[in-house]
């Protein structure tokens, strides 16, 4: 069983960064997927990045392409969300999520067998 903990979310301005951390517990192989999704309130949840566990292979949604940047330590069992740039539309509660193999399907919340409990992020001046 996998345990996600997510961390390092807060109030930040337009324009600033944070950096969420995610820790996995109990994972003990270094295949599959690591992703980030968000959810804003009143809206559905959708996919921020991901990361493959073996090779490193990165994907990311368009609307954050080239601000975010997603990054892993298979050592540490541990994923990291770098966010720069931030816009207002950026605020939600930011969750990890993880599979424990690959799917080509990486943007869907469906194919993630472990989830986090989420961490705020609130953009605003």
């Known amino acids: 069983q996998v345990q996600l903990v997510e961390s390092g979310g807060g109030l930040v301005q337009p324009g600033g960064s944070l950096r969420l951390s995610c820790a996995a517990s109990?994972?003990?192989?270094?295949?599959?997927?690591l992703a980030w999704f968000r959810q804003a309130t009143g809206k559905e949840r959708e996919f921020v990045a991901a990361v493959r566990w073996s090779g490193g292979s990165t994907y990311y949604a368009d609307s954050v392409k080239g601000r975010f940047t997603i990054s892993k330590d298979n050592a540490k069992n541990t994923a990291w969300l770098q966010m720069d740039s931030l816009k207002p539309e950026d605020t939600g509660v930011y969750y990890c999520?993880?599979?424990?193999?690959?799917?080509?399907?990486?943007?869907?919340?469906?194919?993630?067998?472990?989830w986090g409990r989420g961490t705020q992020v609130t953009v605003s001046s």
């Open positions: 999520a993880d599979r424990t193999v690959y799917s080509s399907d990486y943007s869907s919340a469906d194919v993630y067998n472990f």
């Open positions: 109990g994972r003990s192989f270094g295949y599959g997927l």
